[in-house]
């Protein structure tokens, strides 16, 4: 009876743990003409190799800090690397001269806030920052 009673209470609080964590959302300029992009696509774009939309508008691409738990989170979750890979990324081309990192925010307010107002802006939030001036891109 112990082990049951244990097991719910166990249970019942690793649900709430997970409620807790809001789900992750890609989001984007309004203008962007793009609503849909592949895993591959994504992280080439957070990777900064690719620098423009699929109709050939500029990427302004924002993130979090690395320490940052929702940064932490959208890349592994989402993008299936883990944030020190990107940094090694970045540092790679910004110190070879070969390309720029993505531009930091410091908190999901500012993301939004920038995703908001620079045309061509991709980033992510949980969803519970999500509002009618930026759109969702859905990730294939």
Do not use: C
Not at 8 to 24: F, R
Not at 101 to 127: D, F, W
């Amino acid at each position: 009876m112990r082990v049951l009673l244990l097991t719910l209470v166990l249970l019942s609080s690793s649900v709430t743990i997970s409620a807790n964590e809001q789900k992750l959302a890609l989001i984007a300029h309004s203008g962007v003409d793009t609503h849909t992009l592949t895993r591959d696509t994504t992280r080439a774009i957070f990777a900064m190799r690719q620098r423009t939309w699929p109709d050939g508008q500029a990427v302004r691409v924002y993130v979090l800090p690395n320490d940052h738990p929702v940064h932490a989170r959208f890349t592994k979750e989402q993008l299936v690397v883990y944030p020190h890979q990107l940094q090694l990324a970045w540092d790679r081309m910004v110190f070879s001269g070969t390309g720029q990192a993505p531009n930091r925010v410091n908190s999901q307010s500012e993301m939004l806030e920038r995703i908001a107002t620079t045309p061509g802006a991709l980033g992510y939030l949980e969803r519970e920052y999500l509002d009618e001036r930026i759109q969702v891109i859905t990730m294939e």
